[in-house]
C-alpha cells in the first residue's frame, strides 16, 4: 500500500461513516501567535473544539501537514521527524467514545481496510488521577471488540493524557493503539516499555479545558480528537523498520545515493537529517505565505534545516552546485499532487534554496578567515567559536574540522564544554524568552484579538486600493497587543501610501460598518469575489465575512474568525512599523488605540 493509498482509505472511510473531508491547513498558524507552526491535525481545530461551529459541520476528517521543531537535534534516528502527516478524524460535540473506538478497530483490522493482524495490536487507557477519573467507558469499549486484559495497560497523565497545544485550551484522557513491530509472534502480555510496541493512533477524548489557574474543567461539548501519523502506519504496512525506506522518503534517499555516489546504509544519520530538513525546508516554504530563509521565527527555522542539511552533505561528499533546490525538486515531483501548493511556489522554493547555498558559503568563508585572525591572537576555544556560531551560524563541528585542517591554534581539551556552557546559557535566556511567547495560550479568543483581527481586514482591503490588486496577504499574526500582516509588494511603502492607508482604514472604522458572516461552498465564495488563500482542495463550506455593504464591500475575506460585529468598536487605527518581510514580501504592524 503506498502513501497515497493509506491517505485516500483513511478519507474515503470516514466519509463513509458521514465526515466531511476537509483540507489540510496552513503550516503557519492562522492569528495563533502562540507557536510558529501547526503541530497537530487539532491545532486548527481549537476554537471549534471549544464551541465555534464549524462551517463543514460536527464529523470531520483530514490530512494535516505538521511541522514539530521541538526534537531537531534527535532527528536522524527512526523516530524523530520535522515534518509529518497527520491523519486526524473529529467529533465536534457529535459522537465519543463508543464509536470513535469502533472506527479506530475497524479500519486498523477491517480487510477493506488496513487490514491488519488484530492479534499484532495492544492499547493503553487512562488510568485516572485527582483530575479525571479512570476511563472505564473505553476499557469497556476495547473488552467488547476482543482484546483481552493482558493486551490493555492503564496509565497516568503522562501517557494517556493529551493536550492542551498551548498553555491552556482543550485536552483530555486518551487511548492509544500500538503493533508489534518485533519478530514473530507479539508477546500476549503487552509491555508498553517495549520499543517493539509501536504507537500508531491515539483517540483524544476532549472533555476538558485546562484553565490559566491549572484546573480541568469539564468542556460543555464532548469532542473526539484522534491522530495518525502517515509515516509510521506506512512504515508498519511496508513490512520494515525503516521509515525512510517507505515511498515517503525513498525517492529522496536514491538521490542523494546519486548526488554523494554513496550509499545510504554506509551513510545512516547523515542521509536521513539531509531528507527529512529539505522535505520540512520544501514544505515550509511551499506553504502560500511566502516564508523564506531569515534570522527570525519560522524563517528562521528554515534556515536552520537547509544549513543543516547542507553540512551533512558536505560530510558526505556532496558538492554539486544547488543540490539542496534539485532534492527539493524531487519533494516536489513526489508530494505535488496531493499538496499542489508545492507545484505552485515551486520557484520560491528553489531560488530561496539556491540563495541560502550561496549565502552560506560566503558565511562559511568568512568565519574561516575569523578562525585564522583568532588562532593567532588569543587561539580558538569553545566561548569564542560559539560566537562564531551566533553571528555566523558557524557550526562547531567545523571549526574544529578547519583548525585541524590548517592547523589553527585551538584549546580542544576544553571546547566542547565551553561551547556547551556558553550554548546552555544562550538556551537559557531564549527559552525563557519563548515562555513569554507561549503564555496565553490557543484558546485566547478575546475581544482584543477580534478587534485586530476585523482590523487586519480592514488594512489588506485598504492596501489594495492605494497599492494594487498584486496586494495578497501572506502571512498574520496577532498577538493581544498588536496586529501583524505580511503582503505581496515588491517596494518599500512612501509615508504619504501608508497614510493614506491609515485615512482609509479609519474612515472605514468612523463609518460603523456592520460585519457579517456568512457559509457557502468555497466555488461561491470565490465567485463573489472574497479574498483568501484557496488551499482547500476539496468541495468544503467556507465562512466569508463581509465589511460593509453586502454588493459593494470594503472587504469581503474567506476566514475562520472570530470577528466583531461592527467596525465602530474598533477605535483609532495605527501603522507602527512596515519593513520588508522577505524577497516581494513586506510587512506591517498595527496597533487600535
Ligand atoms: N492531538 C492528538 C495528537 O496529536 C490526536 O490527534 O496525537
New binding site residues.
Partial sequence: MTAKDIRQKYLDFFRSQDHKVIASASLIPENDPTVLFTT???HPLVPYLLGQAHPAGRRLASVQKCIRTGDIEEVGDLTHLTFFE?L?NWSLGDYFKQEAIAWSHEFLTGADWLGLPKDKLAITVFAGDADAPFDQESYDAWLKLGFLPDRIAKLGKADNW??PAGQTGPCGPDTEMFYWTGEGEAPIEFKPSDKRWVEIW?D?FMAYNKEADGRFTELKQKNV???MGLERVATVLSGQSDLYQTDLFAPLIKELETMSQKLYQDNLKNFRIIADHIKAATFIMGDDKGIAPANTDQGYIVRRLIRRAIRCGRQVGINLESWTAKLAQTVIDEFGQTYPELEHNAKFILQNLHEEEMKFAKTLERGERELIALSSSQGISGANAFDLYQTYGFPPEMIKEIAAEKKLKISLETFDEDFKTALDQHQNLSRTAAVGKFKGGLADNGEATAKLHTATHLLLAALRQVLGEHVLQKGSNITAERLRLDFSHPDKLMPEQLKQVEALVNEAINQALPVACSVMKLEDAKSIGAMGVFESKYDQEVKVYTVGQANLPFSREICGGPHITNTKELGHFKIIKEEASSAGVRRIKAILN
Fill in positions: 497537530a491535525g487539532m497527520m486526524g493529551w493536550g491515539n483524544v480528537d484522534t491522530g
